[in-house]
């Protein structure tokens, strides 16, 4: 298995433009979680899904983030418009159950808004 | 919402001690997870260990949880280069649907 695939790694953009960051979880995980990672406030769960449906997406910060999960194989976190206190790493994590197994987390995404 | 918090926040040692690591959480919980992350990579997943359990073992880690002082700790034995990287602990709230991590303990092994 290659393990939960995210693109781009790496993301530099400017300000006010749409980004839209990529998930592909591990085949057979029926859960999939949206994290941030800043120094300041650590890993964030933004948003999370069980069998492709959002089940808490209290962590999103505001209404410029979205984020979808339209089958099993595959999600995306858009941010519309970017502004520069979204730079952060963004991970994509996926997991057998829920909590009751650990997770198994991508590379992540470095996102720079300039 | 509720996080664990590790402490000490940092930790230098020399290559071949002990190193422990300790988590504080506030709410009940299933389950409390360990994981390690190294320098510009994504969480590795080191051990679980529920509620009814006290003690668990993998390789040289050593994890240990007290459901009464909602506390638990991370022993690395023998450590290693490698072992330098953020240790983070996560718990589930008592809800089972998701985890919350704390802030990390970076580990510094010394050579």
């Known amino acids: 298995d290659a393990g939960v695939i995210q693109s781009p790694r790496h993301e530099v953009t400017e300000m006010g433009q749409e980004v839209t960051l990529r998930c592909k979880p591990i085949?057979?995980?029926?859960?999939l979680f949206w994290y941030r990672q800043t120094m300041m406030r650590g890993l964030e769960l933004l948003i999370y899904?069980?069998?492709?449906?959002?089940?808490?997406d209290s962590g999103m910060p505001e209404d410029r983030f979205s984020a979808k999960m339209p089958n099993a194989s595959f999600s995306t976190l858009k941010i519309q418009p970017s502004e520069p206190r979204d730079s952060a790493v963004y991970f994509c994590?996926?997991?057998?159950?829920?909590?009751?197994?650990?997770?198994?987390f991508g590379s992540g995404t470095r996102l720079t808004v300039v | 919402s509720q996080q664990g918090e590790e402490d000490p926040q940092a930790l230098s040692i020399q290559e071949g001690e002990n190193a422990t690591m300790n988590c504080s959480y506030k709410?009940?919980?299933?389950?409390l997870q360990w994981y390690r992350q190294n320098s510009g990579r994504g969480l590795v997943h080191l051990i679980l260990?529920?509620?009814?359990?006290r003690e668990k073992h993998s390789g040289r880690l050593r994890v240990t949880l007290d459901t009464s002082k909602k506390s638990s700790s991370l022993l690395i034995t023998a450590s290693r280069a490698a072992d330098t990287a953020s240790y983070f602990c996560?718990?589930?709230?008592?809800?089972?649907?998701?985890?919350?991590f704390g802030k990390g303990t970076r580990l510094h092994i010394l050579p």
């Open positions: 994590a996926s997991s057998r159950d829920r909590a009751s197994y650990g997770y198994t």
């Open positions: 085949s057979g995980h029926n859960s």
């Open positions: 899904f069980n069998n492709n449906v959002p089940i808490d």
């Open positions: 709410t009940s919980i299933n389950n």
């Open positions: 260990i529920r509620s009814n359990e």
């Open positions: 996560a718990t589930d709230e008592g809800r089972d649907d998701k985890i919350i």
